[in-house]
Each structure stands twice: as C-alpha cells, then as structure tokens.
C-alpha cells in the first residue's frame, strides 16, 4: 500500500463502522444506568447518525457536517446530559468491548487510533454535558490521524 489509508478504509468502511456501533448500542441498551440517558432505547435514527460522525472523524465521507447539522448538532445533543466520569467509563469500555464482539481489526495501530478519540471525544462530551459547561460553539467535525504510531504493514 503506496498511500496510507484514512483509520476509515482500515477499519473496513462504513458497514464496518455500522457493524461495530449497533453491537456497542446493544450492550448500552442492556446497562440500565447509560441506557436511561438515551430514553431506555437507541433508536435506528441514533445510531445511524453516529456512525456517520465516527465515519467522519475517521477520514470517511464529510457527510455529518454536510447532512446531519455538524459539530453544532453534536453539542447540542449533549448539553445538559450531566454525563459522570463512571458512566463515561462504561461507555468507553463498551466501545472496546464492542469492536472485539463485532470483529473489528484487533492490530494493536488501529485500535490504539479508535479508542484514542473515544477517550479524548468522551472526556470532551462529559465537559459539555455538565450544567453551565463553558463550551466550543463552533467547530469542525475533528479529523482523527493514526496518532505516534502508524499503521503496521508487513514488509513495508
Ligand atoms: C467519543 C465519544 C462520543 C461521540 C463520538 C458521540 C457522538 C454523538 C453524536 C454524533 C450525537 C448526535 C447524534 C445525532 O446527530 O442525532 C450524540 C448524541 C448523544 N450522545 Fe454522544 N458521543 C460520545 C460520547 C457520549 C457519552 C460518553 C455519552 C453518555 C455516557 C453520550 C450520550 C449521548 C446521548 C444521550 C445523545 C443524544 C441521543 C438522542 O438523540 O436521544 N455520548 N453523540
């Protein structure tokens, strides 16, 4: 491989993505505590919206910011949340447990790239969930790299 591939094509593209994010939704849906924020269920339309962010962030198509309102839809749908750092936890640790169940690529690059922006994206959503949270208004949709350590390609 010539060029190095957006976190997006290695992961396997959106039907990857999509995989990974309705297993992660049915083990919130399964922990009463997480699943109450999101009305005891997460809807189809949810779940779709945010793989499209992850799609996104992760050098796949611009769609989010195009179609689905941006970062400004995104902050909106966390303020006033009050997300606690336990329930961050959980959230973050589904997620890993998740991209196993869902059979992820489990190269150690990859997933140091993913949970990456889980850790910074939820540590940013539980600031801005809290009450009075001094807030970004305006932003891109964040474009995540692979981080210290690129992708491991054999012989290359
Ligand atoms: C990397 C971390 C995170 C990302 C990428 C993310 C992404 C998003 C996005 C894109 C939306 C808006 C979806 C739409 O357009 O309709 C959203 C909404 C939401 N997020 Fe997050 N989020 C993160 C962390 C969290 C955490 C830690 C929690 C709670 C523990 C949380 C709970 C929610 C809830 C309850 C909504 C609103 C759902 C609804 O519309 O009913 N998020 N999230």
């Given at each position: 491989?010539?060029?190095?591939?957006?976190?997006?094509?290695?992961?396997g593209?959106?039907?990857a993505?999509?995989?990974?994010?309705?297993?992660?939704?049915?083990?919130?849906?399964?922990?009463?505590?997480l699943?109450?924020l999101?009305?005891?269920?997460?809807?189809?339309?949810?779940?779709?919206?945010?793989?499209?962010?992850?799609?996104?962030?992760?050098?796949?198509?611009?769609?989010?910011?195009?179609d689905?309102?941006?970062?400004?839809?995104?902050?909106?749908?966390?303020?006033?949340?009050?997300?606690?750092?336990?329930?961050?936890?959980?959230f973050?640790?589904?997620?890993?447990?998740?991209?196993?169940?869902?059979?992820?690529?489990?190269?150690?690059?990859?997933?140091?790239?993913?949970m990456?922006?889980?850790?910074?994206?939820?540590?940013?959503?539980?600031?801005?969930?809290?009450?009075?949270?001094?807030?970004?208004?305006?932003?891109?949709?964040?474009?995540?790299?692979?981080?210290?350590?690129?992708?491991?390609?054999?012989?290359?």
């Open positions: 491989m010539s060029e190095t591939p957006t976190i997006y094509e290695w992961g593209g959106r039907e993505f999509e995989r990974w994010l309705n297993v992660f939704y049915d083990l919130v849906e399964g922990e009463p505590a699943a109450r999101f009305g005891g269920r997460v809807s189809e339309e949810h779940r779709a919206h945010v793989t499209t962010w992850w799609c996104e962030v992760m050098g796949g198509p611009a769609t989010y910011t195009t689905n309102g941006g970062y400004e839809h995104m902050l909106a749908k966390h303020r006033g949340l009050s997300i606690t750092p336990e329930l961050r936890l959980r973050v640790t589904l997620l890993s447990q998740a991209a196993d169940d869902a059979g992820l690529p489990d190269d150690p690059e990859f997933r140091a790239a993913l990456g922006y889980a850790e910074w994206g939820s540590r940013l959503a539980v600031h801005n969930s809290q009450p009075d949270a001094a807030v970004a208004e305006h932003a891109p949709v964040p474009r995540w790299g692979w981080g210290v350590a690129p992708p491991y390609v054999p012989g290359a």
